[in-house]
């Protein structure tokens, strides 16, 4: 998966207590994206990062937050997990804005 | 915005048939055309790209055309294989850092 390493890659966890997925590539690649899919919706953009530091959010974004404090990790946190956030969430990275894009594993997030 | 539509979410050919799936977009400035592979409990993988100043171009098997007039494209897969069953989506760049739209995908039913 083009170098990139998503943690956990499965989780379950409680309504209200907090989650960070953690996603870490080894390609040096400037632009990293979390994405959530569902049946039904598709793959849909949470948050984005366009180098160290800097993030900006994407259209479903309510509930999450982000943070790159090195250029190979990104990481999303859901500050108090809802049912509503039961989803896959992939990670991915781009060598260029507007280019192709590089997935990871993906994780399968259970909020009971 | 860019949206991306796939015309069947459900397609099932003959193992040895070739396959073609179907992606329309919304955006008559749209440069960039990129298709992906999901299997089961994996994330997208790249499959192959073309831009606008191509109207076809070929990959080991497949085979992507672009009809700019009618904004339409197109995934053909040659004597398709058991390995050839996922969900494929198209995409398209958003149009900065943000990263790409995806259609909803067109799961590919191989039969023996």
């Known amino acids: 998966d083009a170098g990139i390493t998503q943690s956990p890659r499965h989780k379950v966890t409680e309504t209200g207590t907090p989650v960070t997925l953690r996603c870490h590539q080894t390609e040096n690649h400037r632009y990293m994206y979390w994405y959530r899919q569902d049946p039904g919706h598709g793959l849909r953009l949470i948050h984005y990062?366009?180098?160290?530091?800097?993030?900006d959010k994407g259209e479903v974004s309510d509930g999450y937050s982000v943070s790159r404090s090195k250029t190979e990790d990104f990481l999303l946190t859901l500050e108090s997990a809802t049912s509503s956030q039961t989803s896959v969430y992939f990670c991915a990275i781009s060598g260029q804005g507007g280019e192709k894009l590089f997935f990871g594993s993906g994780t399968q997030l259970s909020v009971l | 915005g860019e949206s991306v539509g796939l015309h069947l979410p459900t397609l099932s050919v003959q193992e040895g048939d070739n396959s073609i799936i179907n992606c329309a977009y919304s955006?008559?400035?749209?440069?960039?055309f990129i298709w992906y592979k999901q299997e089961s409990g994996k994330g997208p993988q790249f499959i192959i790209d073309?831009?606008?100043?191509?109207d076809k171009r070929q990959g080991q098997r497949v085979t992507v055309l672009l009809n700019k007039t009618v904004k339409h494209l197109s995934l053909q897969i040659a004597a398709t294989q058991p390995g050839d069953s996922a969900v494929y989506f198209c995409?398209?760049?958003?149009?900065?850092?943000?990263?790409?739209?995806f259609g909803k995908g067109t799961h590919l039913i191989i039969q023996p």
């Open positions: 955006n008559s400035a749209s440069d960039y």
């Open positions: 073309i831009r606008s100043n191509m």
């Open positions: 990062s366009y180098g160290v530091k800097d993030t």
């Open positions: 995409a398209v760049p958003k149009g900065g850092a943000d990263g790409l739209t």
